[in-house]
């Protein structure tokens, strides 16, 4: 099978983007990622020629909002969702099940599922968590990095676990069916999700600490703990978690996380998380059109096309099937 039949047939999971930061901006920094090219490096057209059949979007509010109002900000991107999916024309289908899940195919309609970047969006409140989930929230990221009511981010610099309120929102995630996130938690409250967490959970968009020392970057041992639970981890392109200060981070660079993160945890428990929109990535991978150069890349290193097409989509899919809600759809 060539490269590109190999990747345009395989179910193809982006877990995180930051796009929806850019459909929100005031007057004319508004940018609409109906059309190519307006954002930085994710837009429907370029989603399509890529391959990509899911993706989790972001709702990051931003640091600015993070301490003045995360919820409003939250609540202002899952809105630009719904408009983006209303525009699309059927295009984009918000996935709020397993069923729609599992519906996506591979040229057909572009899944989105909605994620929170940092519980400061809930403001210590259950009941906002409740209604974020009716309003489609189906991935929770704890920690942006940060502190809030639920949790320490990785920049926090303490051993502190969990927080009562955290504990509550594991097990209410747990109980809803929202996907648990520990990419930018710290390493005490990422073990503690592991402890408590009755369901398998992600790290959307992290590198391996082994190759990169940076806090947003796992241990071996977190790598290992988060597959053992029936996670999986979601490779970054991110420049700046691939080499130090970002600098000379290429395609072959990433390739080596990817490696490192298969070795640690099997094939089976390895995805990619781009952070499109998010920050600078190598040239090589910035743009969802680019998508076809990590299948590339990791053929020509010897990957099996089994291993290929799960780490291009088929793990994600498979523990976010394990973890949504089941049943009705839309
Ligand atoms: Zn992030």
Known sequence: MTAEALHYSSFVFDAHCDTLGFAVQPGENRRDPLQW????????????????????????????????????AALDRLEAFEDLRRRAGGEL?????????LALQPGGPIGGILGLEGAEALEGSLTRLHTFFR?????????????????????????????????????????????????????????????????????SHSNAS?????????????????????????????????TPGGENATLTRFLD?????????????????????????????SGADKYPQVTDGLLARGYAD?????????NFRRVFAQVLPRGGGQ
């Open 93 to 101: 289908i918000l996935v709020q099940t397993a069923e729609d899940l």
């Open 135 to 203: 309003l489609g929230l189906r991935n929770l990221g704890l920690a942006w990095n940060g502190r809030n009511a639920a949790c320490d981010g990785v920049e926090v610099g303490t051993q502190a676990g969990l927080t009562e309120f955290g504990r509550q929102v594991v097990a209410a995630c747990n109980d809803l069916g929202i996907m648990l996130d520990v990419s930018h938690l710290n390493p005490a409250g990422a073990a503690e999700v592991l402890e408590r967490s009755a369901r398998p959970i992600i790290a």
């Open 37 to 72: 090219g307006q954002t930085m490096h994710l837009d429907l057209p370029r989603m399509r020629a890529g391959g990509i059949c899911c993706q989790i979007f972001a709702c990051f509010p931003g640091q600015s909002r993070l301490l003045s109002g995360p919820c409003s």
């Open 210 to 242: 082994a190759l990169l020392d940076h806090p947003r970057n796992l241990t071996d041992a977190q790598i290992r703990a988060i597959a053992a639970a029936g996670g999986v981890i979601g490779a970054t392109f991110a420049s700046i978690f691939i």
């Open 257 to 285: 996380h990817v490696d490192h993160l298969v070795q640690m945890a099997g094939p089976q428990h390895v995805g990619l998380g781009s952070d499109f929109d998010g920050t600078d990535l190598p040239p090589e991978l």
């Open 306 to 314: 089994e291993a290929i097409r799960g780490i291009l989509g088929e």
